[in-house]
């Protein structure tokens, strides 16, 4: 079997509980966004996002748009964007720190000192994932990632948003292993040829999905592929 050369992490269930983007990520955004429109409405990311709203849902008010794909949890692009910069305002106030699961500092930096290349996929702004990963528990680890991807290459549960990083990566997809707590995430990637495994996080109740290996923490995934423990 091919070595593994990158590791591509989704974010939510899988290094970040599930807990802190619903309890404390999601309303802090609904809490800040409407002074947000006011405070940066020359901003060219929210005139392209409150732009894209409108042309959506002509007529309807974009905040109220906002407020209802924030109720359903819908992934769209223009209300990533828009949570994107309220939680990069409360991490640069301080008012937002990323607690990451205690297994993953660690394990991102056994892996990264061995030489494996490292990069996330997230449904969230890739400057939210950024500035995720640079306000947490220990610090900035932006260093330890080569690239962030988001909805903007395609969505999680398509084949080809996998064989599209794979590309911009440079390595054959057999040669990149991909961690998501979401089964039809890592049926997609399989598709596209990627090694796959699911992270079953006890403290987020995840649902073990039947047909691929599983992992309770990052330490386990090292062991179970063979790869640098911390």
């Not at 849902?57 to 949570?83: C, E, H, N, S, Y």
């Not at 290459?153 to 064989?163: L, M, N, P, Q």
């Not at 590309?167 to 057999?174: C, D, I, L, N």
């Amino acid at each position: 079997m091919s070595r593994i050369r990158l590791v591509l992490l989704d974010i939510e269930g899988t290094t970040l509980p599930i807990a802190f983007v619903r309890d404390t990520l999601f309303p802090y955004a609904a809490r800040t966004l409407p002074a947000l429109l006011e405070t940066q409405g020359d901003d060219p990311r929210v005139r392209v996002a409150l732009g894209d709203i409108e042309r959506e849902f002509p007529g309807r008010a974009p905040l109220d748009v906002i407020r209802d794909w924030m109720a359903r949890d819908i992934k769209a692009a223009p209300l990533k964007t828009l949570q994107g910069l309220a939680w990069k305002q409360g991490f640069d106030d301080g008012e937002l720190r990323a607690r990451l699961y205690d297994d993953v500092p660690p394990a991102l930096e056994a892996w990264h000192a061995a030489g494996l290349r490292l990069a996330v996929y997230s449904s969230g702004s890739a400057n939210a994932q950024r500035q995720l990963y640079g306000h947490t528990q220990v610090g900035d680890l932006t260093r330890l990632f080569e690239a962030f991807y988001d909805l903007d290459i395609g969505g999680k549960k398509v084949a080809e948003s996998y064989t599209e990083i794979a590309e911009r990566a440079g390595v054959p997809p057999g040669e990149i292993l991909f961690l998501s707590d979401v089964g039809a995430e890592l049926d997609a990637a399989r598709v596209a040829g990627m090694r796959i495994c699911q992270l079953v996080r006890a403290q987020d109740d995840t649902r073990p999905y039947p047909g691929v290996p599983q992992a309770v923490d990052l330490a386990a995934v090292s062991k179970e592929f063979g790869l640098p423990v911390a």
